[in-house]
């Protein structure tokens, strides 16, 4: 019984500031316009200030662990290849294709895999997800343009330079290799700066779950749920199992076991939905994917936190 209670007490606090966002949005006290400019202030400024600030002020040599940032990575290169090689044997169009692979293995560590690993260890925990974070998002961005670009055969060869740029030039990435160049030489941060930092960053998690929550539409739930509830599961539940099947075998124990299984476990990211658009995606099916993934994200995080807590691993 004390288990289920410290489960509830590290995911319900996530959802139900979620489900705040959607309360907002159903009593109109927040928009559409309102929710995009919002999004984009996340993505845009306070999630890089955030990252920027938790990793440049942390120890790199403690927080920093190779065999978390391996073992996670090696979880998404074999979530691609195994969507990948499985939708073409099920002679999935190009379309249907790309989308349920991306959906499959790339997941919301922004904004959902950050606020549980802070629910779940606190500070410390935060930090050492922003610092793997700052490792996986371009390996995310690498093969989320290959899944969705190789069913088509190059067909979009000519915007993939543009991809690549925008993959290079993400704020999140930006923001993270900053970090770690600041921690790993131990730079200074003014203490005006740094007080500062403290207040706005403060703000990055609960405006990103409002926006979750604001952003939900049970209209995007519609087209082929079979395949979106194929690709959730996958995300989910198969993922995480995953990187308890990578990590522990590289070493990976306690509060760093934690967080590489809980980030590999987050629902499909909101980006999945705007790449399947602009790459001839099935853009409907993406947008399944994300809304049920995150709906359902509640009851696999729980799940997870009791088998693997349950069996002392966590």
Known sequence: ???????????????????????????????????????????????PLLLFYKIGTADFSHFFNGSLVLGSSLVIVLGFFLTYFYTGWQNYSPSVRGSFCQGSFRGNLAYIGLAICLNAYGEE???????????????????????LLLPHHGE????????????????????????????YWNLPIPIIIDHSLKITTGLTLPLALLAIGGGFSFTRLKGDLKHAGLASTIKLILLPLLACFFLVPLGVTGTDLGIGILMAGTPAATATYIMAQQMKGDAELAGSIVMLSTLVSAFSYTLLLLIFKGTGLL
């Open 1 to 47: 019984m004390q288990l289920f209670s410290e489960t509830i007490t590290i995911v319900l606090p996530i959802f139900l500031v979620i489900g705040l966002g959607t309360l907002l949005k159903q009593f109109k006290l927040v928009d559409d316009p309102f929710l995009n400019l919002t999004n984009r202030l996340v993505y845009v400024v306070f999630l």
């Open 125 to 147: 925990g935060l930090t050492k997800a922003g610092i793997l974070m700052g490792f996986l998002v371009p390996v995310l961005n690498l093969f989320a343009i290959l899944a």
């Open 156 to 183: 979009e060869k000519e915007k993939t330079p543009n991809l690549i740029v925008q993959t290079i030039l993400n704020p999140l990435i930006i923001a993270s290799f900053l970090g770690i160049i600041w921690s």
